[in-house]
């Protein structure tokens, strides 16, 4: 009843053509928006036009309905729409509105909502339009029968008649004639009371900022945090305080979508001292950034849950002569897990000529990725950001972080020029990270990132224990390595799809079992070559370096017992080199 008697309203009310357009309008473009994470100032824009504008509110809600509707629908040929305009003729039209004062908010850096925004302005149009012609060709019919239906008049003027008039079919036109409604184009465009009440809650929101600042800056970024993580993010507050300059975060935990138990890095407190300039670009300038009491892979009191599809990684790419991580390590699935993980934060702050290259080639299958992973609705175009990064963290400080890796190691981290877009920066990312008991660094140069040359990292562990770490290694029955320490050092170049890097590895006191036999490995030092997609390396052993180890320690005689042992058949000329080889294939085929 309450329907019938609002669209009866409409229809025997006063409604202007532009009362009807603006409704048909408004309702279409907030209909065409995904919502507010993508377009904040879209959504508050319309809403409040919505309410100052004199536009029929029944109408605008069954439209915004109707499109919301229509938007779900179609969102994947808005998406492609959207490509055309970003990618397009007119993509300087849309960086010029991402890169300015307020317009950064819109969301128009975001393809479904530059796709749907369009296509949302000609449906609106297009309901206005049948709209109002309808209600005209009512009002014309409607404006004959008062003039030559005296019945009609006077069954109207019936008490009863009034009522149910009344309660089905709404108020009427008032006092006005029909004819007198079909001459009213536009009517008073201002709503009084929409007006005072939008002037309120903008006062609110500028007096009031101080107590509404923190509850909804701290839904903001754990909304956002979540859909950058793919996993839950527990935040306790984020208080933002412009004046100052300063930020302070307390409770950050981001469950790790791989093991939804556990964090993939928490921190009790995070203080940063901020830029407030660029703030109304969207830019989030960070001078400093310091965690207290953080921690990674640290046990979650409460499972997490996936935000969006779980995250795949692909691990089709293999290399000639190169084994992947499975016929290395027994627990090569975590490793990869944690690989890909990286991958994808590479690829979110990929830029430059060497991530230009990899996507000019894949640009398609990136973005079916992306799809896939957040969905059409989270897919934005990056490269619309001119003049500064988003996010651009200038120093980062982390110290104590407790990590269970590499045998439970404290270590400090330090990053410097960390952003969403490394290539509008002058200086090249950088990452350092350093044990407490100068047992491992980590040096990673990202200038690969800014396309001024390639990634590339240094890293070392010292007095490693070989135990601990062969009990990751594939074998049956007793442990391929035993006993005694082991130091790495790791350069080379890596990168999102391609790493070329050199593991050197010395033991001391440690032992090797080959063909059953001990053989010891005491100031032996072997390259590995670790090559290929970052979630999913190959990995080749030098034969050519273990050979000479072994002849030079006088093992060629235990090398022929072994292959014997292992089936692997060799000729009595055949050297020592002819039969690691095939000791070597005959273990890769296992």
Not at 199 to 225: C, H, R
Not at 317 to 332: G, H, Y
Request: hydrophobic share 45%; proline share 4%.
């Amino acid at each position: 009843m309450i329907v019938t008697r609002k669209i009866g309203s409409l229809i025997r009310g006063k409604a202007s053509p532009f009362q009807i357009y603006a409704a048909c309008l408004l309702g279409s473009l907030f209909g065409f928006l995904p919502g507010f994470q993508q377009a904040p100032f879209l959504i508050v824009l319309w809403s409040f036009l919505l309410l100052v504008l004199n536009a029929n509110l029944f109408l605008a809600g069954v439209v915004t309905l109707i499109c919301k509707l229509i938007f779900l629908a179609t969102m994947p040929v808005l998406f492609s729409l959207g490509r055309v305009l970003l990618e397009g003729p007119t993509q300087g039209l849309f960086k010029a509105i991402v890169n300015a004062p307020v317009g950064a908010y819109s969301g128009f850096d975001y393809y479904v909502v530059a796709g749907g925004q369009l296509v949302a302005l000609v449906v609106g149009a297009g309901f206005g339009f049948v709209a109002s012609r309808a209600l005209q060709a009512y009002r014309r019919k409607m404006a004959r029968f008062s003039q030559n239906s005296e019945k009609l008049n006077a069954f109207k003027s019936k008490g009863w008649a009034k009522a149910m008039t009344w309660l089905f079919l709404g108020g009427g036109r008032g006092k006005k004639s029909y004819e007198e409604l079909m001459a009213v184009k536009v009517g008073n465009p201002i709503r009084i009371w929409g007006a005072a009440l939008v002037a309120i809650l903008v006062g609110v929101l500028i007096f009031g900022y101080s107590a509404l600042s923190e509850p909804f800056i701290t839904s903001l970024a754990k909304s956002n945090l979540e859909q950058a993580n793919g996993a839950t993010v527990d935040l306790d507050s984020v208080d933002l305080k412009l004046a100052e300059g300063s930020l302070e975060v307390k409770g950050l935990a981001m469950a790790d979508p791989q093991n939804l138990d556990t964090n993939i890095f928490e921190s009790a407190r995070i203080v940063a001292d901020v830029s407030a300039a660029d703030l109304l670009r969207k830019r989030f300038s960070i001078d400093r950034l310091v965690f207290e009491d953080a921690a990674t892979g640290s046990r979650r009191e409460s499972a997490g849950s996936l935000v969006g599809p779980a995250p795949k990684s692909e691990s089709d790419f293999e290399l000639p002569e190169f084994s992947d991580l499975e016929s290395v390590l027994e627990n090569a699935d975590v490793w990869k897990e944690r690989l890909a993980q990286v991958k994808r934060w590479m690829e979110k702050l990929g830029g430059g000529e060497e991530g230009a290259k990899e996507r000019a080639v894949t640009w398609k299958e990136e973005l079916n990725s992306r799809i896939q992973l957040l969905g059409h609705a989270h897919v934005k175009a990056d490269f619309l950001t001119e003049g500064s990064p988003t996010l651009w963290i200038k120093d980062l400080e982390a110290k104590g972080v407790k990590t269970p890796y590499l045998g439970g190691m404290v270590v400090d981290m330090t990053g410097l020029n960390l952003s969403t877009h490394p290539t509008l920066l002058e200086v090249s990312p950088s990452i350092a990270i350093d044990s407490k008991d100068d047992r491992f660094d980590l040096k990673l140069d990202l200038a690969g990132l800014k396309g001024t040359g390639q990634n590339r990292v240094d890293a070392r562990v010292s007095s490693y224990p070989v135990d601990e770490f062969a009990k990751g290694l594939k074998s049956t029955g007793e442990p391929p390595l035993s006993g005694g320490t082991m130091d790495i050092e790791l350069t080379g170049v890596v990168g999102a799809l391609d790493s070329d890097l050199v593991a050197e590895v010395a033991f001391k006191d440690s032992m090797a079992r080959i063909g059953g036999k001990p053989v010891p490995l005491d100031g032996v030092s072997l390259p590995v070559n670790i090559r290929g997609p970052l979630d999913s390396p190959a990995v080749k052993l030098d034969s050519k370096a273990l050979e000479k180890v072994l002849v030079s320690a006088g093992k060629s005689r235990l090398l022929e017992e072994a292959s014997k042992k292992l089936g692997v058949e060799g000729e009595s000329g055949d050297k020592p080199k002819d039969l690691l080889k095939g000791l070597l294939k005959k273990k890769l085929e296992e």
